[in-house]
């Protein structure tokens, strides 16, 4: 079976530009997550998704959104692009419920010049 | 606000030799992962703590959690080289869904 899929595995943008991160969840997997990881630190959460829904949001600004589609893939937006956005971006996906285990995806290694 | 703690933050072990690692949280979570990352790649799952008390060992890994504490540790026995990695504890939070990670802690282990 397929892992978490993500697509592209790296990026190069301007500051300014707008990008579009995507990601496909294991088969038969409802929730997706996305995380930050800043090189040297821990990976931080930005959006949490579960039938198409959103249901958490971390400390982010309204530069970043995302949504989830029928087929529960899902996309990570970010407009306006600044330095500071230059980041691993990974995908989660889980069944949820008290016993499910989030596994992640490879990345899209972002860099913004 | 939800903090996570590690330490050490670095690590550089001999191999052969034992250490902890240890994970503190701020608030009482549904559950605790310890996840693996080695230079430029994903995260790969280590270990999922459901309930107070739990241990788990694999190979020569073992994690344990304290609710009551907020507290779950990595222990390494015998560590050898491929044991060389970055290590993050991350507590589940179900409001929000949501993994919070510590600041990782890279393990060196050295012949």
């Known amino acids: 079976d397929a892992g978490v899929t993500q697509s592209p595995t790296h990026l190069i943008k301007t500051r300014g530009q707008q990008v579009t991160l995507r990601c496909s969840p294991i088969?038969?997997?409802?929730?997706v997550s996305w995380y930050q990881q800043v090189l040297g630190q821990g990976p931080q959460f930005i959006f949490q998704?579960?039938?198409?829904?959103?249901?958490g949001r971390g400390n982010f600004p309204d530069r970043f959104s995302a949504r989830q589609f029928p087929n529960y893939s899902s996309e990570l937006n970010v407009n306006a692009l600044l330095l500071g956005d230059s980041a691993l971006y990974l995908c989660?996906?889980?069944?949820?419920?008290?016993?499910?285990?989030?596994?992640f995806g490879q990345g899209t290694r972002l860099t913004v010049v | 606000e939800l903090k996570v703690e590690q330490n050490p933050l670095f690590l550089s072990m001999q191999e052969g030799k034992n250490y902890t690692i240890y994970c503190n949280y701020s608030?009482?979570?549904?559950?605790l992962y310890w996840y693996r990352q080695d230079p430029g790649k994903s995260l790969e799952s280590l270990f999922v703590?459901?309930?107070?008390?739990a241990v788990k060992q694999e190979g020569r890994l073992m994690a344990s959690l304290d609710t009551k504490a907020r507290l779950s540790t990595l222990h390494i026995t015998a560590a050898v080289h491929d044991l060389s990695a970055t290590y993050f504890c991350?507590?589940?939070?179900?409001?929000?869904?949501?993994?919070?990670f510590g600041q990782g802690t890279e393990l060196s282990v050295k012949p």
């Open positions: 989660a996906s889980s069944l949820l419920g008290p016993n499910t285990e989030a596994f």
């Open positions: 088969s038969g997997h409802k929730s």
């Open positions: 998704y579960y039938e198409k829904e959103e249901r």
């Open positions: 608030t009482t979570s549904d559950r």
């Open positions: 703590l459901l309930s107070n008390g």
């Open positions: 991350a507590p589940f939070y179900n409001q929000g869904g949501k993994l919070i």
